[in-house]
């Protein structure tokens, strides 16, 4: 069964340096998503991707945050300068339509600053 | 902005006992989800519901939609060890992305 793949499953950084996380999304999915869990909290949304653009994004995603999709199956958020508090773990989702169709999970990338 | 309470917070339940999980909105559903969370684990889909009064059913998992599609409810019988996590309700949320808007989980224990 096809799934969302996502590396690295966990990454820890210096506050200040720039991540990548990286997420394969199912290959015949048209609509992107990465969410994040800061621990023991609620998944909250941080943005919305379809056609090469962003559709959608949180108050969260400000401008240190960035997502391309640089070829035909990368899906990529990129965080310039992490801070202490962008500690959480990342969740990249994807589905093939609107409303009826699933919204399909990643396992996630622990995303640990110090 | 929608919002979703969860009912109860965190269960204990004895292996073999029936439990339900309650999902209330502060606005109309129109796509209502259920994932299931091991602790620091990914979102597993279990089940997605549209339609005022749906019921769909995978093994010894039931999930309702009222008829107002203002709530759900996830029902186990028969529990089992295997059946432990986190359990999130999500609500797609009408926008530019279609969005998942996520509950506050309900954490469940089966003890033997």
């Known amino acids: 069964e096809p799934e969302v793949t996502q590396t690295p499953s966990h990454q820890v950084t210096q506050m200040g340096q720039e991540v990548i996380l990286r997420c394969v999304p199912i290959s015949n999915h048209l609509y992107f998503y990465w969410y994040r869990q800061i621990l023991g909290q609620k998944v909250e949304f941080l943005v919305s991707?379809?056609?090469?653009?962003?559709?959608?994004k949180s108050e969260i995603f400000d401008d240190q945050f960035s997502v391309e999709r640089p070829d035909g199956s990368n899906f990529t958020l990129k965080i310039r300068s992490t801070k202490l508090e962008d500690s959480a773990m990342y969740f990249c989702a994807s589905r093939r339509g609107q409303y009826t169709d699933t919204q399909y999970f990643g396992p996630g990338t622990r995303l640990t600053v110090l | 902005s929608q919002e979703l309470e969860q009912s109860p917070q965190s269960l204990i339940v004895q292996e073999g006992k029936n439990l339900t999980i309650n999902c209330t909105s502060s606005k109309t559903l129109y796509g209502l989800y259920w994932y299931k969370q091991k602790y620091g684990e990914g979102l597993i889909f279990l089940m997605m519901?549209?339609?005022?009064?749906e019921e769909k059913s995978h093994e010894k998992i039931t999930a309702k939609l009222d008829e107002k599609k203002q709530q759900s409810s996830l029902h186990i019988t028969a529990s089992q060890p295997s059946h432990a996590g986190i359990y999130l309700c999500?609500?797609?949320?009408?926008?530019?992305?279609?969005?998942?808007?996520f509950g506050t989980g309900t954490q469940l224990k089966v003890e033997l």
């Open positions: 991707f379809y056609n090469n653009e962003i559709s959608e």
């Open positions: 999500g609500a797609d949320t009408p926008g530019g992305g279609n969005k998942l808007t």
């Open positions: 519901l549209q339609k005022g009064g």
